[in-house]
């Protein structure tokens, strides 16, 4: 797996990590806007998932949630075995995240320093009972059950580069640059490589299918709701994911959370408030970071 790393010459070897997580059809590059903010107080890590980005592509890889998390904690397991962790999440990096912090939790021994110091996540990927859940917006779900009907949605997003070409820059409210879409192409351009991208919708947990993933983002969503691991959670209106009604539910909810609306946005939120999500990363930051005298 590619990525992206910084480390301030002031930052030891087993110092924090900030630990910045993409989603679909993105990269490291969503986070561009957002590390110089992080990168003075601590060293910061964005990997591409694995098919994504400059991340390889293996043959026969069938790039479901489990493959991809695999991959992703041995990257951490390799790349930042031991260093403690600030999570910076979003849509399917969220899931990820949010899985590996609970594992971490279920498996840590109490009298050792915790892994996971806090999580900043915004358009996650919760539990959704159903399609209205999923969201309140009719144009939404009917792009995602089409996406997941499998003669449609290949056709679309193999064929027609769909969620590139449209479900990307439909969900950022300004209009993204030739240079901005052109980064994010790049990786998708043979319709062979736009296998992540159509197999990450049909990954979504929606009535409990794939059984799988709902199983796991039913553990990972009770644990969230629970844990007293700061948090920082980000939300805009109308959003996508996390609808108004769902993020003022999470903000009352969450324990241990600084809660940020952002304004108006989609989902690609860091696209349209790369200063205000970089901003309030670095001050939650710097209050985790004293809070545990690191």
């Not at 930042?80 to 899985?99: E, N, T």
């Not at 903000?251 to 241990?256: F, G």
Request: proline share 8%; aromatic share 12%.
């Amino acid at each position: 797996m590619a990525y992206i790393g910084t480390k301030p010459n002031a930052t030891a070897t087993n110092g924090p990590v900030a630990l910045f997580i993409h989603g679909n059809p993105t990269s490291s590059y969503l986070w561009r806007n957002i590390i110089p903010h992080v990168s003075p107080l601590m060293r910061c890590v964005a990997p591409d998932l694995i098919g994504m980005g400059h991340s390889s592509k293996p043959a026969n890889l069938q790039y479901r949630f489990t493959d991809h998390y695999t991959f992703l904690a041995t990257f951490i397991e390799t790349v930042i075995p031991s260093s403690p962790l600030l999570l910076v999440v979003y849509d399917w990096g969220s899931a990820l995240g949010l899985h590996w912090a609970h594992q971490q939790a279920e498996l840590s021994n109490p009298d050792s320093p915790p892994r996971v110091l806090g999580i900043a996540l915004m358009e996650f990927i919760r539990l959704f009972r159903d399609w209205e859940d999923f969201s309140n917006r009719e144009e939404v779900r009917a792009t995602f059950q089409a996406y997941r009907n499998p003669e449609v949605g290949r056709k679309l997003i193999i064929e027609q580069k769909s969620f590139v070409e449209k479900t990307l820059p439909r969900g950022v409210v300004r209009k993204m640059t030739d240079a901005e879409m052109g980064v994010y192409r790049r990786p998708f351009l043979k319709p062979d490589d736009r296998l992540p991208t159509y197999v990450w919708p049909n990954q979504i947990p929606i009535n409990h299918r794939p059984s799988d993933v709902y199983d796991i983002a039913t553990r990972y969503h009770n644990w969230l709701l629970t844990t007293e691991v700061p948090k920082l959670f980000f939300w805009a209106t109308p959003g996508t994911l996390v609808s108004v009604e769902k993020a003022q539910w999470y903000a009352k909810t969450l324990k241990n959370t600084r809660t940020i609306h952002l304004g108006k946005g989609g989902h690609f939120l860091t696209e349209d408030h790369p200063k205000k999500v970089g901003r309030n990363v670095h001050d939650w930051v710097v209050e985790v970071l004293l809070a545990k005298a690191i």
